[in-house]
């Protein structure tokens, strides 16, 4: 019956996410509010099909946040996040001081306390990581200005988190609810500060070494066994390692696998890590907006419509006043601003933690609590509308990123991709970059991959086979695609896939043999290079050599042998289908064709007849040759 | 040390019995050396160094090839214009080929009368390879009177064997030094 109900449970949550992706994306909303929708819709005060467990899913669904900034870490490399450290430091202090100030005022001036103000301003000053994120995404506006700007102050409140949770029993009036759910780090109760603080950057520092240090070895045995789920248990056991760590040193999770996935940024396993972690992520932030959307408390919300509803549209405002004139101060220009602006305006999921805790020490009695809680739902909920309601106003001075970055992103920005780095492929590599063209390269090899990256060529360890990997590898942006592997079979799921999503690419394939060859033509492909033809012409050029041929005319022969060869391949791909009988006897014909030409029979279109002067004309000499002068 | 080298270029040697035969009794000419351009660069990859250290070894260099469209077959263009490079073969520092003897021994399809004003090739053999002549100048060589084989792919077994002779002869008296210019050298 459990197992049951667990099913059941998962079916309506799956069925869900798809039609709230399909049917957001259907109406131009966007996935996140279409998750959000139909948790409300699915929810208690909807249809009632799910019910009070929606608090666990939530915090199940919250790994999904931790994923997502893991593969945000990723993304960012340490140079880069540098570069970032005034927009972090500067405009992220900025605003939760600002902010904090700001809401407390005015939960001040609506007669409240200033010690529980406080605690609220401090608590929505907060804004959604994952909705935020994920919208700006959606909307490919990360790389912008605005997405840049917003990146860098959900990290800062990530940061402040932990300062505020240590501020929020201070600003007790009420008696104590006993501890709340959430801290785990009690063991550390009773320690000095400085002990914990210890602990804490003990903590970070392990992160740190672990995902530079131990990673590597361990994602190469893994590699070795060439078993893809072991990958992915093995990404999934450091992201669920390292939060379960952060949790018990009190930090933010999220906080830990962003350093961890930072750190990693540089790695040859990168794009693995993507591919392997972008599905995940994608299911759980999915079950985390829909858990909001389930969580959103329609009964206290018709019981004090007015105070919630002003609460949420109070703390829009504020807060997206405040952003905007904070981001002008940061010398922003007025589109970006606003984009900005709305994008933080909304509450975060981690007010839910924050109201929880503070009610726990007695900041807010019961129904302050629930009144923040629905309007922190609400204003998140608000927060898709609001970035894409702000992007459309600002469409036009938009579509262009704002903040083109430098050459950070080499490896994405290669104009080719090269699948298979083996003994073909690291050639064409090679050649290409002593041109200064720089390839990105997937190899699944890793003994390949670790000496190809100590003699500096970038190459990222990476099943090629896997369509999803071509999108890490940049192919949206690549102008070429080789792919140089072994199998034939693995080559035509590329072709397909490449194809199929990124018809832009000119695809370079090898083929080892001619029935390879005649495959691949099958296929619909142009440009294929088999891979001992060239290697057998110039041997058997230099077979004709040592029997006495003349040099260049041995040369020239093998060149003219390989132009025709690749006309005749071709012709007989399509005789290939037909019965046997007639592909044996165009075979015949193209062989004596062949032959006929290379023997420079007269009278042929193809032969060579180069440096052959009109009176030696050949028809007209005795000579068994034709002669030049 | 040898005294004349011959650069020679045929791309379809084995079709052209004149300049196998010609190629042959230079071959066997004392004091001459063959380099065949076609044979040690299929590819056309020039190794211009290597080029230039052979030339540096002779005082007399002839160019042998067919007259291929009133010039010479591709490659050699191509090696005249990747080896004689400025400030080593021209220019102010270009004094490698100075006053060396640049000769030409060519195989032409027409007949002797062929090659004048009221021929069917309208100028004179010199005046065609005066591109050649100007080159010689412009390095700073003196510039043979050209060896010509008329009607090469016409002649007849005993007229070949005879030019081939000829062709002996000619080169040894440009190794001696003895035979009449074109254009002088430079003082």
């Known amino acids: ?629 | 040390m040898e005294d004349v080298l011959v650069i020679f270029a045929h791309p379809a040697f084995h079709r052209s019995r004149t300049n196998r035969a010609l190629v042959a009794a230079a071959r066997a000419t004392e004091g001459v050396a063959v380099h065949d351009l076609y044979e040690t660069y299929p590819d056309f990859l020039v190794d211009v160094r290597a080029e230039q250290r052979l030339l540096e070894q002779y005082r007399t260099v002839v160019l042998q090839h067919p007259f291929f469209w009133y010039s010479s077959p591709a490659l050699l263009k191509e090696w005249l214009d990747l080896v004689l490079q400025f400030n080593w073969a021209y220019g102010p520092d270009g004094r490698a080929l100075r006053g060396k003897v640049l000769a030409q021994a060519i195989t032409a399809g027409g007949p002797e009368d062929a090659y004048r004003r009221e021929g069917t090739n309208h100028f004179s053999v010199r005046e065609l390879l005066s591109p050649f002549e100007q080159t010689a100048r412009l390095c700073g060589m003196a510039y043979a009177e050209a060896f010509t084989v008329h009607a090469a792919n016409h002649i007849t077994e005993e007229t070949r064997d005879e030019a081939a002779r000829d062709y002996s002869r000619w080169l040894t008296s440009l190794r001696a030094g003895s035979v009449s210019l074109w254009l002088p050298g430079p003082e």
């Open chain 1, 1 to 629: 019956m459990a197992f049951e109900s667990v099913f059941l449970q998962a079916f309506i949550y799956l069925a869900a996410a798809l039609v709230a992706v399909v049917a957001g994306k259907r109406l131009g909303l966007g996935a996140v509010l279409g998750y959000l929708i139909i948790g409300a819709a699915i929810g208690p005060w909807g249809l009632g099909w799910i019910g009070g467990e929606s608090e666990q899913v939530t915090h199940f669904a919250e790994f999904g946040v931790v994923v997502m900034l893991f593969l945000v870490g990723l993304e960012m490399r340490p140079t880069e996040l540098w570069r970032m450290r005034r927009q972090i430091f500067g405009l992220g202090g900025m605003q939760v001081v600002l902010c904090a100030l700001g809401l407390a005022g005015a939960a001040v001036a609506f007669g409240c306390h200033w010690k529980p103000a406080l605690a609220m301003g401090m608590i929505l000053a907060m804004s959604s990581t994952a909705i935020v994120l994920q919208s700006l995404a959606e909307k490919n506006l990360l790389r912008t200005e605005a997405g840049q700007n917003s990146f860098a102050v959900l990290l800062f409140q990530d940061l402040a988190v932990i300062p505020i949770i240590a501020l929020l029993p201070l600003l007790a009036t009420g008696a104590a609810h006993g501890t709340a759910g959430h801290a785990s780090h009690d063991w550390m109760e009773g320690w000095p500060a400085w002990g914990r603080g210890l602990v804490t950057v003990g903590a970070v520092v392990l992160v740190v070494v672990i995902a530079r240090l131990a990673t590597r070895p361990l994602f190469r045995a893994i590699a070795k066994t060439r078993q893809r789920e072991a990958f992915t248990a093995a990404a999934l056991m450091l992201i669920i390692g390292i939060a379960l760590l952060m949790t018990k040193v009190g930090l933010s999770a999220a906080l830990g696998t962003f350093v961890a996935g930072v750190v990693l940024a540089n790695s040859e396993y990168r794009h693995e890590l993507e591919s392997d972690l972008e599905p995940f992520k994608g299911l759980l932030l999915g079950l985390f907006f829909l858990g909001v959307g389930v969580g959103i408390d329609f009964g206290h919300i018709g019981r004090f419509p007015g105070t919630v509803l002003g609460l949420a549209a109070g703390l829009i405002v504020v807060k997206a006043v405040m952003m905007y004139a904070l981001a002008r101060l940061h010398r922003s220009p007025r589109e970006p601003s606003f984009v900005f602006a709305a994008a933080l305006a909304g509450g975060g999921e981690f007010a839910f933690v924050l109201i929880g805790l503070a009610l726990g020490s007695g900041v807010f009695d019961e129904s302050q609590g629930k009144t923040l809680t629905a309007g922190v739902a609400i204003s998140m909920a608000a927060t898709p509308l609001l970035i894409l309601a702000s992007h459309r106003l600002t469409a036009r001075s938009m579509k262009k990123p704002v903040v083109e970055r430098e050459s950070d992103v080499q490896d994405e920005g290669a104009p080719v991709i090269i699948c298979g780095f083996g003994r073909f492929g690291h050639i064409i590599g090679r050649l290409l970059r002593t041109q200064g063209i720089h390839s990105t390269v997937l190899d699944n090899d890793p003994d390949q991959v670790d000496t190809l990256r100590a003699i500096g060529m970038p190459v990222f360890f990476g099943d090629a086979g896997r369509p999803d990997m071509l999108l890490t590898a940049g192919a949206a942006r690549a102008k070429i695609l080789v792919i140089a592997l072994k199998d034939v079979a693995t080559t035509l799921n590329i072709v397909e896939t490449a194809r199929k999503h990124f018809p832009h690419l000119k695809i370079f394939l090898r083929a080892h043999s001619r029935a390879e060859a005649y495959e691949l033509l099958d296929a619909g492909e142009e440009r294929i290079y088999r891979d001992t033809l060239d290697t057998s012409l110039t041997l058997a050029t230099d077979v004709l050599r040592e029997l006495g041929t003349p040099a260049y005319t041995a040369y020239r022969v093998a060149k003219l042998y390989r132009r025709r060869d690749e006309i005749f391949l071709r012709k007989m791909a399509k005789h290939r289908h037909k019965d046997d009988d007639a592909f044996i006897s165009a075979a015949r014909e193209v062989q004596r064709t062949l032959d006929q030409v290379m023997r420079e029979e007269p009278g042929h279109d193809f032969g060579d007849e180069g440096w052959v002067p009109p009176g030696a004309d050949p028809n007209a000499k005795p000579s068994p040759k034709p002669e030049s002068l």
